[in-house]
């Protein structure tokens, strides 16, 4: 029989940037992202991570509401958005708000010229997040500002330029806020060091005067068009059809619960942040869609006596407004479940998630980290349930929590509305959550709890306490507050309700995001915190009987505010005699600024289509240690769209180079190593047909992770690398004390936000490979190609323009991809694109080393150090990467700015089954010199010392050898030791400290300096040298090309200074374009803070010598 055929697919009719677009074959699997990049070829919308979390895609969204009559304008994450929810709807993206070739925009200017780009890979996301602020209050409040920049990460500029430059729109004045005092720190008078150099340093960053004007006015209407469609009240059903998913966008109630009965497993997408989300890391596939999003019978909010009632399409944002406005109106009484909401609707995800979210789809996805059922089940709020075979009916939402109760939404069924109701006098609520940052992270631990007591009494007469992150969904902790009830509020209440809830809600060791004691013990602060709470409370609603809480425990209950960063950077003025064209340290506006801020910026996930190309997916090992017994591609092979699949056996050249492995052959060595790749015409088909490929493994033993592992195994990478001095067995004799410890200090994810990706395309002649991708090191890339293909490396060229981020991660990684690519490319003949979405990147990458310390320090009393004997261990993964130099860097460096004369440093590389990690900002010296100062902190602990009298007593002092035979001296160490302690006012702040933690109990603060002796640049003097090519054309413009890649670093800027300096022209008439092994050959990497110093001195030369030449001739 045959299959029925597909229903016909309706028009998809929406705007972009203001032009309409109608797309008759609109996809239900695609992303508004995905369709911007892709189909529009509007890549001023970045891809980061595609989960919503990073803010690189946002967008506007603008809809206009037929009932309102008011249109809304939102910002959203365009990975998360289905292209199919966007009937009816303007959506605004980066280029549709100015461009260099046109108008900038205001906010595009003024980020670009506050500093606020660097890498500019998250700016056009910012850019998005402002202006769509900006059109909803176009005199914003600083709090307004940050409240929507939260779901905005930057990996490189540290927020506050970013913020400065939104902030000069904001109604407040922009100058530094210092301790609140509303003056700049300029102006203080106990920063008279600041005054004393005041002529010498500068601090002004850019010239507000500079900007154009912010006309809101200005802005695009809502296209007319769309009113009219919205307004139509013959709308139907819509069907959007694609490959195999089945779209439906029902127009009214009836119809979303008739579909529902029809298709009882096929979701609802509203917000798409659970389903969209679903799909990226856990794959989840739904043939069938109904999307009732934007209904406006969803779409209310009711106010009674009783309480309040909200549609189950209103948005988390819109909630949040609404309560906003409430409990400014409402007396505080009527109003504590919405303070409690509020507490979490401010801090929950980032600001375009909470504008897509919808309160059906969170209560609904019942998530285990869901920060508002815990509160909406404590508060008693109700579910208004309705389907097209039952009715009506309504259920509690605890009931969906509690064992006992154990209620679910039937098949069919709808959340219609949340009646959220009041609570009486004697109860009290309270919300709490503890995450890794106040804002835009999941919560570790949630709570909601409430307690109710009997008229005018301390005695419990209902108590529930819910917690999140604790169990696969919200935990109730039911027996333990039925046990309670009857109780009287106090201190034995509160020990015995801690260890009943302990007994009651056991996290298992494998719980999601491990941290099981750290948890139990939140539970436990959380229960205190709200013990403290409701006894203030007993206080002020009869102060009489029940006594206030001692004042030393009032800071338990005070919340961390959110604060916009603040800062001022001094940077030494240029000399008064300097000639004005000389751009040389100024602070200029980053070179490709406003392109960053303008999306312009192009980026090698953004290189356009080459004709024929093909996409690759990788398929990675899912054991630590195995051999492959067998790799069956037939079922790949025969997916559609599908090219070739490319083993090791396709390597022309070298499959291990130096112990780098391309495609695994025979074993692997680590989850994430690659198998193979699948080569399609779409990634989607290369991706599908990846998970078709069949790998056989059997595991070999021994499994080695951790670095324990490994000494057991003795299994090391490399000789061990070792530095000493002085005598230390003897020292250790003649020492007061001697401690010994460990410390370990975890890897950390790279997450540059452009994620690694490779373009290479073979000529067609004499073996000619192009290969453009986002290094840090292009020649390693020229080198790995040419030994992989079997080829010489002058025929491997190797482009790069800028990266979106690297801090290391982009020295070696980029060659084995290339690497890989490069195969496939040669084995198909066709131009091969290989870009990693985030998970695979973070897979497969890996990052910076896990290290484990052991010390053993031998001191006086007077916490002089005489002995240090220190063995580091990395964990270097699986293969040698640069693991050699880190370590070697490692023990280089340990000795930090410390002179101990009797030292010994000894490290080792651990080789373990872990995917392979590599350079990281800081080079190994972050992990090391915390243990340093772990063991210092330790000496000063044990000799009852301030850490800063013991790190300043054993400081370097004199010239003299370093363990590594160098001849150091200290003065600049101590001048800048000397200038930190003046400049941050240490010891009247470290007296404030003191006196702000004697008197609070539960908050403390801390203070801490520490001297750092950090060498720039490596070792090996050929590894230190750097060229540069110089064209200058008839029309007097130059074209300079150098070693150093553009990271985000501003290098290309520094280049462009030191060119426009000693030629003695306007820099305007320097031109960068690229990085490439066919312009600087044999260039050494762009990393260990050498740039500038290298490539500058390159530059210099190299027109010092056309200008010699030029002279001579
Ligand atoms: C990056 C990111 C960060 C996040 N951070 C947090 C956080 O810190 N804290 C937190 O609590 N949450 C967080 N979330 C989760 C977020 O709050 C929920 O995903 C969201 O509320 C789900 O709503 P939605 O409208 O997008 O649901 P959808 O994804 O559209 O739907 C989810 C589910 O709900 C069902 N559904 C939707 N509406 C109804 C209805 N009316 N009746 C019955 N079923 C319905 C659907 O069938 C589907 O199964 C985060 C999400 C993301 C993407
Ligand atoms: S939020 Fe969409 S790519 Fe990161
Ligand atoms: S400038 Fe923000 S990520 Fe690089």
Same mark, same amino acid.
């Given at each position: 029989?045959?299959?029925?055929?597909?229903?016909?697919?309706?028009?998809? !009719?929406?705007?972009?940037?203001?032009?309409?677009?109608?797309?008759?074959?609109?996809?239900?699997?695609?992303?508004?992202?995905?369709?911007?990049?892709?189909?529009?070829?509007?890549?001023?919308?970045?891809?980061?991570?595609?989960?919503?979390?990073?803010?690189?895609?946002?967008?506007?969204?603008?809809?206009?509401?037929?009932?309102?009559?008011?249109?809304?304008?939102?910002?959203?994450?365009?990975?998360?958005?289905?292209?199919?929810?966007?009937?009816?709807?303007?959506?605004?993206?980066?280029?549709?708000?100015?461009?260099?070739?046109?108008?900038?925009?205001? =906010?595009?200017?003024?980020?670009?010229?506050?500093?606020?780009?660097?890498?500019?890979?998250?700016?056009?996301?910012?850019?998005?997040?402002?202006?769509?602020?900006?059109?909803?209050?176009?005199?914003?409040?600083?709090?307004?500002?940050?409240?929507?920049?939260?779901?905005?990460?930057?990996?490189?500029?540290?927020?506050?330029?970013?913020?400065?430059?939104?902030?000069?729109?904001?109604?407040?004045?922009?100058?530094?806020?210092?301790?609140?005092?509303?003056?700049?720190?300029?102006?203080?008078?106990?920063?008279?060091?600041?005054?004393?150099? +005041?002529?010498?340093?500068?601090?002004?960053?850019?010239?507000?005067?500079?900007?154009?004007?912010?006309?809101?006015?200005?802005?695009?209407?809502?296209?007319?068009?769309?009113?009219?469609?919205?307004?139509?009240?013959?709308?139907?059903?819509?069907?959007?059809?694609?490959? +195999?998913?089945?779209?439906?966008?029902?127009?009214?109630?009836?119809?979303?619960?008739?579909?529902?009965?029809?298709?009882?497993?096929?979701?609802?997408?509203?917000?798409?942040?659970?389903?969209?989300?679903?799909?990226?890391?856990?794959?989840?596939?739904?043939?069938?869609? $109904?999307?009732?999003?934007?209904?406006?019978?969803?779409?209310?909010?009711?106010?009674?006596?009783?309480?309040?009632?909200?549609?189950?399409?209103?948005?988390?944002?819109?909630?949040?407004?609404?309560?906003?406005?409430?409990?400014?109106?409402?007396?505080?009484?009527?109003?504590?479940?919405?303070?409690?909401?509020?507490?979490?609707?401010?801090?929950?995800?980032?600001?375009?998630?909470?504008?897509?979210?919808?309160?059906?789809?969170?209560?609904?996805?019942?998530?285990?980290?869901?920060?508002?059922?815990?509160?909406?089940?404590?508060?008693?709020?109700?579910?208004?349930?309705?389907?097209?075979?039952?009715?009506?009916?309504?259920?509690?939402?605890?009931?969906?929590?509690?064992?006992?109760?154990?209620?679910?939404?039937?098949?069919?069924?709808?959340?219609?509305?949340?009646?959220?109701?009041?609570?009486?006098?004697?109860?009290? !609520?309270?919300?709490?959550?503890?995450?890794?940052?106040?804002?835009?992270?999941? #919560?570790?631990?949630?709570?909601?709890?409430?307690?109710?007591?009997?008229?005018?009494?301390?005695?419990?007469?209902?108590?529930?306490?819910?917690?999140?992150?604790?169990?696969?969904?919200?935990?109730?902790?039911?027996?333990?507050?039925?046990?309670?009830?009857?109780?009287?509020?106090?201190?034995?209440?509160?020990?015995?309700?801690?260890?009943?809830?302990?007994?009651?809600?056991?996290?298992?060791?494998?719980?999601?995001?491990?941290?099981?004691?750290?948890?139990?013990?939140?539970?436990?602060?959380?229960?205190?915190?709200?013990?403290?709470?409701?006894?203030? @409370?007993?206080?002020?609603?009869?102060?009489?009987?029940?006594?206030?809480?001692?004042?030393?425990?009032?800071?338990?209950?005070?919340?961390?505010?959110?604060?916009?960063?603040?800062?001022?950077?001094?940077?030494?003025?240029?000399?008064?005699?300097?000639?004005?064209?000389?751009?040389?340290?100024?602070?200029?506006?980053?070179?490709?600024?406003?392109?960053?801020?303008?999306?312009?910026?192009?980026?090698?996930?953004?290189?356009?289509?080459?004709?024929?190309?093909?996409?690759?997916?990788?398929?990675?090992?899912?054991?630590?240690?195995?051999?492959?017994?067998?790799?069956?591609?037939?079922?790949?092979?025969?997916?559609?769209?599908?090219?070739?699949?490319?083993?090791?056996?396709?390597?022309?050249?070298?499959?291990?180079?130096?112990? @780098?492995?391309?495609?695994?052959?025979?074993?692997?060595?680590?989850?994430?190593?690659?198998?193979?790749?699948?080569?399609?015409?779409?990634?989607?088909?290369?991706?599908?047909?990846? @998970?078709?490929?069949?790998?056989?493994?059997?595991?070999? @033993?021994?499994?080695?992770?951790?670095?324990?592992?490994?000494?057991?195994?003795?299994?090391?990478?490399?000789?061990?690398?070792?530095?000493?001095?002085?005598?230390?067995?003897?020292?250790?004799?003649?020492?007061?004390?001697?401690?010994?410890?460990?410390?370990?200090?975890?890897?950390?994810?790279?997450?540059?936000?452009?994620?690694?990706?490779?373009?290479?395309?073979?000529?067609?002649?004499?073996?000619?490979?192009?290969?453009?991708?986002?290094?840090?090191?292009?020649?390693?890339?020229?080198?790995?190609?040419? #030994?992989?293909?079997? =080829?010489?490396?002058?025929?491997?060229?190797?482009?790069?323009?800028?990266?979106?981020?690297?801090?290391?991660?982009?020295?070696?990684?980029?060659?084995?991809?290339?690497?890989?690519?490069?195969?496939?490319?040669?084995?198909?003949?066709?131009?091969?694109?290989?870009?990693?979405?985030?998970?695979?990147?973070?897979?497969?990458?890996?990052?910076?080393?896990?290290?484990?310390?052991?010390?053993?320090?031998?001191?006086?009393?007077?916490?002089?150090?005489?002995?240090?004997?220190?063995?580091?261990?990395?964990?270097?993964?699986?293969?040698?990467?640069?693991?050699?130099?880190?370590?070697?860097?490692?023990?280089?460096?340990?000795?930090?700015?410390?002179?101990?004369?009797?030292?010994?440093?000894?490290?080792?590389?651990?080789?373990?089954?872990?995917?392979?990690?590599?350079?990281?900002?800081?080079?190994?010296?972050?992990?090391?010199?915390?243990?340093?100062?772990?063991?210092?902190?330790?000496?000063?602990?044990?000799?009852?010392?301030?850490?800063?009298?013991?790190?300043?007593?054993?400081?370097?002092?004199?010239?003299?050898?370093?363990?590594?035979?160098?001849?150091?001296?200290?003065?600049?160490?101590?001048?800048?030791?000397?200038?930190?302690?003046?400049?941050?006012?240490?010891?009247?702040?470290?007296?404030?400290?003191?006196?702000?933690?004697?008197?609070?109990?539960?908050?403390? +603060?801390?203070?801490?300096?520490?001297?750092?002796?950090?060498?720039?640049?490596?070792?090996?003097?050929?590894?230190?040298?750097?060229?540069?090519?110089?064209?200058?054309?008839?029309?007097?413009?130059?074209? =300079?090309?150098?070693?150093?890649?553009?990271?985000?670093?501003?290098?290309?800027?520094?280049?462009?200074?030191?060119?426009?300096?000693?030629?003695?022209?306007?820099?305007?008439?320097?031109?960068?374009?690229?990085?490439?092994?066919?312009?600087?050959?044999?260039?050494?990497?762009?990393?260990?803070?050498?740039?500038?110093? $290298?490539?500058?001195?390159?530059?210099?030369?190299?027109?010092?010598?056309?200008?010699?030449?030029?002279?001579?001739?």
């Amino acid at each position: 029989m045959p299959s029925p055929s597909p229903p016909q697919s309706d028009h998809l !009719i929406f705007f972009v940037n203001g032009k309409k677009v109608v797309e008759r074959h609109a996809d239900p699997e695609m992303t508004l992202l995905f369709y911007l990049r892709k189909v529009l070829c509007l890549t001023g919308t970045k891809y980061g991570c595609g989960t919503g979390s990073c803010g690189a895609c946002t967008v506007m969204i603008s809809k206009y509401n037929p009932d309102t009559k008011k249109i809304r304008h939102y910002s959203a994450t365009a990975c998360l958005v289905p292209l199919c929810s966007l009937y009816g709807a303007a959506v605004t993206t980066v280029e549709g708000i100015g461009s260099i070739k046109t108008r900038i925009h205001p =906010v595009q200017e003024r980020l670009a010229k506050c500093h606020g780009t660097q890498c500019g890979f998250c700016s056009p996301g910012m850019v998005m997040s402002i202006y769509t602020l900006l059109r909803n209050y176009p005199e914003p409040t600083t709090e307004q500002l940050m409240e929507t920049l939260s779901g905005n990460l930057c990996r490189c500029t540290g927020y506050r330029p970013i913020v400065e430059s939104g902030k000069t729109f904001c109604e407040e004045s922009t100058v530094c806020q210092l301790q609140g005092t509303g003056k700049c720190c300029m102006d203080q008078e106990e920063n008279q060091f600041y005054l004393e150099k +005041k002529e010498k340093m500068c601090t002004k960053l850019y010239d507000e005067s500079e900007f154009r004007p912010f006309d809101p006015s200005q802005e695009p209407i809502f296209p007319p068009e769309l009113i009219r469609m919205a307004e139509d009240p013959h709308k139907k059903t819509l069907i959007f059809c694609g490959e +195999k998913i089945l779209w439906m966008s029902p127009t009214n109630m009836n119809e979303v619960l008739e579909l529902r009965m029809k298709y009882p497993t096929a979701p609802l997408v509203m917000g798409n942040t659970t389903i969209g989300l679903n799909a990226v890391l856990k794959g989840e596939f739904h043939p069938m869609i $109904i999307s009732p999003v934007g209904l406006t019978e969803l779409n209310f909010v009711d106010f009674t006596d009783d309480g309040m009632t909200i549609g189950a399409g209103c948005t988390l944002a819109e909630i949040k407004d609404i309560l906003t406005s409430t409990v400014s109106e409402e007396p505080k009484e009527k109003t504590k479940t919405y303070r409690a909401l509020l507490k979490h609707l401010r801090t929950l995800a980032g600001q375009q998630i909470r504008n897509m979210a919808t309160l059906g789809g969170h209560v609904a996805s019942k998530h285990d980290y869901s920060d508002i059922n815990p509160i909406l089940a404590a508060g008693k709020a109700t579910l208004n349930l309705i389907s097209k075979a039952e009715g009506k009916r309504q259920i509690l939402v605890e009931e969906l929590f509690t064992t006992s109760l154990k209620e679910e939404l039937r098949d069919g069924e709808v959340i219609y509305s949340v009646v959220i109701p009041q609570l009486s006098r004697w109860e009290i !609520i309270t919300a709490q959550r503890q995450a890794q940052h106040l804002e835009n992270a999941f #919560a570790i631990v949630n709570a909601g709890m409430r307690v109710q007591f009997r008229e005018g009494t301390n005695t419990i007469k209902d108590l529930k306490m819910f917690f999140g992150r604790v169990g696969p969904t919200t935990v109730s902790a039911s027996k333990t507050c039925e046990q309670l009830i009857g109780r009287q509020w106090n201190d034995e209440m509160l020990s015995e309700a801690c260890r009943l809830v302990l007994d009651e809600i056991r996290i298992p060791p494998t719980a999601v995001g491990g941290m099981v004691e750290y948890k139990r013990t939140l539970i436990i602060s959380f229960i205190f915190k709200f013990y403290l709470k409701v006894l203030r @409370e007993l206080h002020k609603l009869d102060p009489r009987r029940y006594p206030e809480i001692p004042e030393n425990s009032i800071s338990a209950l005070e919340e961390f505010p959110i604060r916009a960063p603040q800062g001022i950077q001094m940077f030494q003025c240029v000399d008064p005699h300097q000639p004005p064209q000389d751009p040389v340290g100024h602070p200029i506006m980053h070179q490709s600024g406003l392109k960053h801020a303008t999306g312009e910026a192009v980026y090698n996930v953004d290189l356009p289509r080459v004709d024929e190309e093909l996409l690759l997916a990788v398929v990675t090992s899912s054991r630590a240690h195995a051999k492959i017994l067998s790799i069956d591609v037939s079922e790949a092979l025969e997916f559609p769209g599908v090219v070739d699949v490319i083993t090791a056996k396709d390597v022309p050249g070298e499959n291990n180079i130096d112990g @780098e492995i391309i495609y695994a052959e025979n074993e692997v060595i680590c989850v994430g190593q690659i198998v193979c790749a699948v080569a399609a015409d779409t990634y989607s088909h290369a991706k599908q047909a990846a @998970e078709k490929v069949k790998v056989i493994y059997e595991d070999v @033993e021994p499994q080695i992770i951790t670095i324990e592992d490994a000494i057991k195994y003795n299994s090391f990478f490399f000789k061990e690398k070792k530095i000493e001095k002085g005598n230390i067995d003897r020292a250790f004799y003649y020492v007061d004390e001697i401690i010994e410890g460990e410390i370990h200090v975890e890897g950390q994810e790279h997450f540059y936000m452009e994620t690694q990706s490779v373009l290479v395309y073979p000529t067609g002649e004499d073996e000619e490979m192009v290969i453009h991708t986002g290094t840090q090191y292009p020649t390693h890339v020229q080198d790995l190609v040419a #030994a992989v293909l079997g =080829v010489p490396r002058n025929r491997i060229m190797c482009h790069m323009k800028r990266a979106g981020g690297a801090f290391g991660g982009k020295v070696t990684k980029p060659a084995v991809l290339g690497a890989v690519a490069a195969v496939a490319a040669h084995k198909t003949g066709h131009p091969i694109r290989f870009h990693l979405e985030r998970g695979d990147d973070m897979l497969i990458t890996a990052g910076r080393h896990p290290l484990l310390t052991k010390y053993k320090i031998g001191f006086m009393k007077n916490g002089l150090i005489k002995a240090v004997d220190l063995q580091y261990y990395t964990n270097a993964g699986c293969t040698p990467d640069e693991s050699e130099r880190v370590i070697e860097y490692i023990v280089l460096k340990s000795e930090t700015a410390y002179d101990i004369p009797n030292y010994r440093c000894r490290g080792r590389a651990c080789k373990t089954n872990l995917p392979s990690n590599t350079a990281f900002r800081g080079f190994g010296f972050p992990q090391g010199a915390l243990a340093v100062e772990n063991y210092i902190t330790a000496v000063a602990f044990k000799c009852g010392l301030p850490p800063e009298k013991v790190r300043d007593m054993n400081m370097s002092k004199t010239v003299n050898r370093t363990a590594y035979k160098e001849l150091y001296n200290p003065e600049p160490l101590l001048k800048c030791w000397k200038e930190c302690l003046e400049k941050s006012s240490f010891q009247s702040r470290k007296a404030a400290i003191e006196e702000f933690n004697k008197k609070n109990y539960w908050k403390k +603060k801390g203070i801490s300096i520490i001297p750092m002796k950090y060498s720039i640049a490596v070792p090996n003097g050929y590894e230190t040298q750097a060229a540069s090519l110089v064209h200058i054309y008839q029309d007097g413009s130059v074209l =300079v090309a150098h070693g150093g890649c553009e990271l985000g670093q501003g290098l290309y800027t520094k280049m462009i200074q030191v060119a426009s300096r000693e030629l003695k022209i306007p820099s305007s008439y320097i031109y960068l374009s690229e990085t490439s092994t066919t312009t600087v050959p044999n260039a050494s990497y762009t990393a260990a803070s050498m740039g500038t110093d $290298i490539n500058g001195r390159a530059v210099q030369v190299r027109f010092l010598s056309i200008l010699r030449s030029s002279s001579l001739s």
